[in-house]
């Protein structure tokens, strides 16, 4: 969007802190926290919440006004299927370097979750890293086992963050300027790995149910923070799920192990089930790919498909529904007016 020159000149930049109910806070280059909105325009143009700001997001503000009247194109934003019924994207988090995968090594562990949330976050641009945190509660054993469920190129960072090692572990990912999110269940310490790395106890912490080894949710939205490292920090609640979102920019699957190798099949549209050239069987065969990544990746793969007729039949029913609205107008402006 460009804008007139008189007007661009009253502008300064920002970035988006969080979200709250038809407002953001933003922060200046002077550090000044903003409480900003966005004008009615932007939000009649809006065709989903990918049109708005996002936290995380780079963006224009109108200081006099408090109103951001821009956001900047986004390096990668980490996305999902809104949970409810509603079919829309959310965005997790705009403009993040690395996103920390959180779990523990008792009750939360899934290496079938670690990778759905390995294709949404690398089709957002990020790169995943998978923190196992309650490191203490494993003893060697168990922590070899659950290695060998994890993907081998996937790095993995074993933690503790109620003893501080949380800390020499993750730095680093926790550069200068770098931006990294965390994402993961409730209950795996999420709230208690930020305060750790904050180095105060910022965020609210509470136990898991001895009932269950779930947690109760302690973040209640997506908040980002700069922390003493001089890297920036999102930290998300507790999501009970994950589904992807099925993008228009390409296929989510096509960074995971299976979708790399089945870039070299002969054809463009196989399904790894006996097609000559199919460099997926050769890569089981060999032993690079096992049955239980194949299995994951056509699970995701008939999860996108099934998410794809959701949004295609989103579009066409939003479309109609415009078109309804078009000729009731013009219906009533007829019988305002009728032609003498």
Known sequence: MSLPAEEAASLIPAR?????????????????????RVPGAMLHRADDRRDLPAVGDWVALDPERALIVHVAERAGAFLRQRAGRRTEPQIVAAN????FIVTDPVGDFSPRRIE??????????????????????????RRAQLAQCLP???????????????????????????TVALV?????????LVNRLLGDA??????????????????????????????????????????????DDGDPLVHDPVGEVAQGCRFADCQHDGEPGCAVARAVDEGRLTRAQLEAHDQLQRELAYQ???????LARAERDKWKQIHKRYRARTKASPKS
Not at 96 to 99: A, E, G, S, W
């Open 152 to 178: 081998a190129d996937l790095a993995v960072a074993w933690v503790s963050a109620l003893d501080g090692g949380a800390i020499e572990a993750l730095s680093p990912y926790l550069q200068p300027g770098r």
């Open 116 to 141: 759905r949330y390995r294709a949404a976050i690398t089709a957002g641009g990020a790169t995943p890293i998978v923190v196992v945190n309650k490191a203490d509660l494993a003893h060697a054993d």
């Open 308 to 314: 794809r007729r959701r949004q295609d039949e989103s």
């Open 16 to 36: 988006v802190l969080s979200e709250h109910r038809g407002a953001w806070d933003v922060v200046t280059p002077d550090d000044a926290v903003v409480r900003a």
């Open 202 to 247: 910022r965020q609210d912490t509470s136990a898991v149910r001895a009932s269950d080894g779930t947690g109760r949710h302690t973040t209640t939205r997506r908040e980002l923070v700069r922390l003493p490292s001089g890297a920036l920090l999102i930290d998300t609640p507790g999501m009970r799920e994950l589904a992807l979102w099925a993008d």
């Open 96 to 99: 993040v370097d690395t996103v």
């Open 184 to 192: 993961g269940s409730s209950g795996v310490g999420k709230s208690t």
